[in-house]
């Protein structure tokens, strides 16, 4: 396998054939560390988007503040207790084991902590992200308290929660379990929802601690527990024990193991394991920009994921161990969010972490093999098509196909992406073992595909039925399942071949490789310019999903030269052009595809443009009231690391362009012109470190870390000559600036300008960061409402509409500028229509949860509508808008108000 690394080189002397890493960790995550910061009469911290957090792969907590409701003042702290394996489990009894009704995740409860002196005259915390704690001091007027959370990351020794208070001599704490009700937050719009019974409570005492037990039991004969253990301590503080034990026969049993299990060790035993296990996961990777927000947010980051998922532990869902009370996604979500989540553990040189959804695919095999058809259930597989359980079950509910199961023309490509993570994972590591796992469900993944492709008599070409581009349309040879196929049955060749498999399938294999169609697409200067959602299916409408653009990213599959990249570059200006349809996630992606088109800026100003209008204060991120999913800060996370080392796949084999998205501007709000990383991770089994001062490189250090010799091609722009150490290395002139070094095993070369005194050493350390600005996250911090959807701005002169997308948010599609030439650009989404409608009783008459629907078909039939643009589409972009929260209620027998549900 040939890599080519495309290298600017500037001048920094290097003396070394290995990038060290000089860091001070404490102090340097100091800065990044989220800082709350309350007093009397200021808004407060009491929304989880403004909550301290914490968790070890499962467990975790939320914690902010109560509000007294008459004087509006914080006047306790809640802390709100998840793990992200208390699924429900009742089967099929009334929803066919669908994840909203039937097996939701569930809440669980919170503790509440109050003051002998009531409302707080100021409250300060500090998420310490070097050691993984919450820090915080809470002040009345009787005095204070300083209190501290964290949640084990040691869980084999003590799976457990862990909470401290330590007052002054007139104050003092009092410490609340409140156990919720394990129902489904969609309860009332489940026809015929049993709900669980209520939770049970007891009182006992344990090694001179008071517990309550809640064992709140399921529909199905099982239960999960809580235990809230509450111990003196001899030098006057109060520490209190959290332990959940998720859904299984003997839920009580285990958390009074676990709970005995933490208060032998006691609390100083459980903060050393804890710490050690975080201070050596920092160090697998390094970054620095000197961006503060950015690199802050980064490394927030970097903390929430292994705080929401390790590997033996629970799959990353869209909450992670955070529930979020009111969610309206209680869930799995297959057709983008949980392969975003995942993407930033791979460069980051954390590809082990990869299993927690790998051993949950594995576990669930059998049911992935149920979500199709009787008939091909032998062969074949496939992930929901929309959001599921922990049991990864197709349901009578969302997207679904014929008889609720996997079916053209429901969305088909979800487990083909989930494949692609997985085969990422030898990618970036060369373990044949994974090959060996991941084989007979990519196996599956494929004859799932081939059980509905037909082949073209006369030019041998295979295509696809109409099968649905996620949240967009169907159409037959869809782009969303094109790029997947092509990408997994080309993994599957691969691993057939390397592993020596005497497949009975191969040669079918290679032909479908060989002969899947094109993608389907525009001419470039036609109306509908680039990929196309698939045949005879072009994008008209505003669409927050890139599902059509999946050969540019994430798959990577053009060579981004010439008029492949035209074609790119083409086929997402057309799509970003069209504002009305985006939201934050689609601004990761879009930052990621301008690092592959070499425009900087734009990689840069989608990305700040997310994190100043949709990033919340603690660094979540949330779509439609109470609607947070994890999968955004992730895939921001990714951008980022993509800005400093690109890797894609283009005709020449495979590339990697280290600081291909940094944007030397030294004036820009957020500049990246200093940066720095350590041992980011690449395909085949690559380490690799540089630093960029001023604009420019000083060096690149390069680490096999693959079992067998690595040759790896890079092109470098530097002007002849460059320098390696060591000078022994294997490092061939190919010419045009292009080199080829072969590495063995544990083998590494640095390279940098001639001329620079070699007696320096090629040093990896932070760079340069303004104090003023350390900390920017946490609260108060920027709390934008959920941005509605961005207007046109006038244009700036008769040429018509801007056409710069690289000012995210801001530029019109040709289609919506108004017919005076462009002097004035209007927003023709459907938010413009429905008001028309509504005024108009057009959709008086309907009733029922299908209105939408309804709706969409008559407005787009009627000129009242089409004049704002509308098609048949419409209705979709209108759930995106007012998501579930929010429902239209029948007065005097029309549709006519809008209520909070």
Not at 236 to 255: E, H, K, L, Q, Y
Not at 365 to 392: K, R, T
Not at 498 to 519: C, F, V
């Amino acid at each position: 396998m040939m890599f080519s690394l495309v290298l600017a080189i500037g001048t920094v002397a290097v003396g070394s054939n290995r990038a060290t890493l000089s860091v001070d960790w404490p102090q340097f995550l100091s800065k990044q560390d989220l800082v709350y910061s309350y007093a009397q009469g200021e808004p407060t911290p009491s929304g989880w988007y403004d909550s301290a957090f914490t968790g070890n792969g499962a467990q975790g907590l939320l914690i902010r503040s109560t509000v007294n409701e008459s004087t509006g003042y914080a006047d306790g702290l809640r802390i709100d207790v998840g793990d992200s394996g208390v699924y429900d489990d009742r089967g099929g009894l009334n929803h066919t084991d669908n994840f909203a009704c039937d097996r939701p995740r569930l809440p669980i409860g919170i503790v509440l902590v109050h003051m002998k002196g009531g409302a707080f005259t100021t409250l300060k915390m500090r998420l310490d992200l070097w050691n993984a704690e919450v820090k915080g001091t809470a002040t009345t007027s009787l005095g204070s308290c300083d209190f501290s959370a964290l949640t084990s990351a040691d869980y084999a020794s003590a799976d457990v929660s862990a909470l401290r208070f330590n007052c002054s001599a007139q104050e003092g704490v009092s410490v609340t379990w409140v156990p919720h009700l394990a129902n489904s937050t969609w309860a009332t719009r489940c026809k015929g929802y049993v709900y669980n019974p209520p939770p049970v409570t007891t009182a006992s005492t344990l090694s001179g601690a008071t517990v309550q037990t809640t064992n709140q039991a399921h529909l199905s004969g099982t239960s999960h527990a809580t235990a809230v253990a509450q111990q003196p301590q001899r030098d006057g503080s109060t520490v209190v024990f959290i332990v959940v034990a998720n859904v299984s026969m003997d839920a009580p049993t285990r958390t009074n193991a676990e709970l005995t299990k933490a208060l032998a060790l006691g609390l100083t035993e459980i903060i050393q394991k804890h710490r050690a296990w975080w201070h050596a996961y920092y160090p697998a990777s390094f970054l620095s920009i000197a961006g503060t927000k950015i690199e802050a947010f980064y490394w927030a980051n970097i903390y929430k994921l292994a705080s929401a998922t390790r590997p033996q532990r629970n799959v990353y869902d869209l909450m992670g161990p955070w529930y979020i009370e009111g969610t309206s996604w209680p869930d799995l979500h297959w057709d983008l969010n949980v392969q975003l989540t995942y993407w930033p553990f791979f460069t980051s040189n954390r590809v082990e972490f990869l299993q927690s959804l790998t051993g949950l695919l594995q576990r669930k095999e059998a049911n992935l093999a149920s979500n199709v058809m009787p008939q091909f259930q032998n062969d074949s597989a496939a992930a929901p098509s929309g959001a599921s359980s922990l049991e990864l079950l197709e349901t009578c509910y969302w997207n679904y196909g014929t008889n609720c199961l996997v079916t053209p023309p429901t969305v088909t490509g979800n487990l083909a992406w989930v494949m692609q993570l997985w085969f990422d994972a030898y990618r970036f590591t060369m373990d044949k073992q994974v090959l060996h796992d991941l084989y007979p469900l990519l196996r599956r993944t494929v004859n799932f595909y081939l059980h509905y492709t037909t082949t073209n008599a006369t030019d041998g070409s295979i295509h696809m039925p109409e099968t649905y581009s996620p949240e967009y349309a169907t159409a037959a040879d869809c782009n969303y399942d094109n790029a997947l196929l092509r990408n997994a049955v080309t993994s599957l060749v691969y691993t057939i071949e390397i592993l020596q498999i005497d497949d009975p399938r191969l040669s079918d294999y290679k032909n479908l490789a060989e002969n899947l169609t094109p993608p389907p697409q525009g001419a470039l200067d036609s109306e509908y310019p680039g990929f196309w959602i698939g045949k005879d299916v072009p994008l008209k409408s505003g669409h927050r999903h890139f599902s059509h653009l999946f050969a540019i990213f994430p798959l990577k599959q053009l060579a981004f030269e010439g008029p492949s990249k035209d074609l790119a570059t083409a086929s997402v200006d057309y799509w970003l052009g069209m504002t009305e349809g985006l939201t934050g996630f689609c601004r990761t992606a879009a930052s990621s595809m301008n690092v592959l088109f070499g425009r900087r800026q734009a990689a840069l100003t989608n990305l700040t443009y997310l994190l100043d209008s949709y990033i919340l204060p603690n660094t979540f991120y949330h779509e439609g009231e109470n609607g947070e999913c994890g999968e955004t800060p992730p895939a921001a996370t990714s951008a980022i690391q993509d800005w400093m080392l690109l890797q894609w796949s283009d005709l020449r084999g495979e590339a990697i362009h280290v600081f291909a998205g940094t944007y030397d501007n030294s004036s820009a709000s957020q500049s990246t012109t200093n940066a720095s990383f350590y041992n980011f991770r690449t395909p085949g089994a690559l380490l690799v470190s540089a630093t960029r001062t001023n604009g420019v490189t000083a060096f690149v250090s390069i680490m096999s870390d693959a079992s067998t010799t690595a040759t790896t091609t890079f092109v470098t722009d530097l002007d002849e000559p460059i320098v390696w150490s060591p000078a022994s290395a294997s490092v061939t002139r190919n010419g045009s600036g292009t080199f080829t070094v072969t590495l063995d095993a544990n083998e590494s070369v640095v390279v940098w300008p001639h001329g620079t005194d070699p007696s320096n050493v090629a040093v990896v350390a932070p760079v340069y960061s303004n104090p003023t600005k350390e900390n920017p996250w946490g609260f108060p911090g920027n709390r934008p409402p959920p941005p509605p959807p961005t207007p046109c701005p006038p244009a700036p002169g008769p040429t018509g509409c801007p056409s710069d997308h690289e000012i995210p948010g801001y530029a019109c599609h040709p289609n919506s500028c108004g017919a005076d030439g462009g002097t004035v650009c209007t927003q023709c989404g459907w938010d413009l229509c429905y008001p028309t409608v509504q005024n108009a009783t057009l959709c008086s008459d309907l009733t029922g949860p299908d209105y939408l629907a309804a709706a969409a078909e008559r407005c787009s039939q009627n000129s009242q509508c089409t004049a704002f643009g509308m098609n048949p589409v419409w209705h979709k972009n209108a759930a995106k808008f007012f998501s579930s929260t929010l429902r239209l209620t029948s007065a005097s027998g029309g549709w006519t108000t809008w209520k909070k549900q």
